[in-house]
C-alpha cells in the first residue's frame, strides 16, 4: 500500500474516531443536561419513577443532582447507569430498578448538600449509629445474639442475610464484621425513613422503608399499634409519624407496654406523639418538657427535676411510662395547679 493512501485511511479513521466520540459526548451531553422528561423518562422502566418525581417535593431538582448525570465522574453513579442499559437490553424489562446500600450511600450526600441542618442534627442523633456500633456491642450480643430480625431496623438496605454481615452468631463472640469498611456505615440513612420521590404535602416525607419488599410505605398507611397495659389497651397518638417510630421501637407479640424496644408514651404521657417531644432528626427531648410544663402540671413542682429517666438514665421510673401513683403509691395528692 503507497505511502499516500495509508495516510489517506489513517485521515479517514481519525475523522471517522472524531465523529463517534463527539457523537457520544453529544449524547451524553444530551442526556446530562436535558429535561428528564425527554431522558430519563424516555425509558420505560423509569416512567414510574419520573412519574413519582414529577409530584414530589423534589421536582424542581434535576435527577442528576441526586443519581449523578452521565457527565458526571463518580465512578459508581456510571457503572450503575451502565448497569441499567445492560438490564435493558439483557435483563427482565419489568423488573423494577431498586437501590442498593451502596446508592443510599451516596444519596446520603446529597441530602447533606440539601438539608445541611437536618443532617447535621441526624449526626448527633442515636440514628446515626453505624455497623460497628450496632453489631460489635459486646453488652448487647452477650445477652442477645445477632440475628436476622435486627437487619429489620439496623440495616435495612443491607442487601444479604444477617451471616454476611457479621460472625459468629451467637453469645460468646468474639464478632467482627464481614466487611470491615462497613464499620462506619450509618444503619439507618435518610432513606430509612424517607423517600426521594415521595408527594409533597404535609406529612409525606415520614416513609418507612420495607426491606422484604424493596419499596417505601407512607406512614399514613402504616398499621395503628396495638400496645396493652396488662389487659387494659393503651391510647395511641393519632400522629402518623408515631407508626413510623412504632415499627422499630414496638413491643414484643405480645404488645405489652414498655417490652423490648417500645417507647409508647403512657401514664400521664398516654396519648402524645413521639414527636410532641422529640426533635425530627436530632431526637433531643431536653427542652420539650417547658413546652407543656408547669401550665399542664398538676403538682406544680419542677417536673425537669422529678425522679424519672428524664433527669437520671438510672432512675426507676421510665419518663415514657411515669403515673402519678409511681411516685405517690398511697394516692394521689389533690391538684396544686387550680385551672379556669
Known sequence: M??????LFLGLALYGGAFVLA???GGMAYFHFGDPKATCASCHEMTGVHSGWSTSAHRTIHCRNCHGGSLTLDAHALRAHANRVVQHFTGDPEKPIRLTEAHVLDLQRSCQSCHPQSFADWEKSRHAADYARIFL???QNKFEHPAADCLRCHGMFFDGPIEQLVGPLNTTGPWSLKDPAKAKHPTIPCLACHQVHAPAGAGSAARLYEPQDKTHIAAGDLPLPAV???DRPVRISSDPRQRLCAQCHAPTAAHQLGSSDDRT????????????CHGTHALSARASCASCHPAKSNCGRDVGKMDT??????SRHDIHTVACRDCHPGGVPAAK????
Open 2 to 7: 503507497s505511502r499516500r493512501r495509508r495516510l
Open 23 to 25: 457523537s457520544a459526548l
Open 137 to 139: 456491642n459486646p453488652a
Open 228 to 230: 396493652l397495659q396488662g
Open 265 to 276: 408514651p403512657a401514664g400521664v404521657h398516654e396519648g402524645l406523639s413521639c414527636l410532641d
Open 309 to 314: 429517666t428524664f433527669l437520671a438514665p438510672t
Open 337 to 340: 395547679i387550680v385551672r379556669p
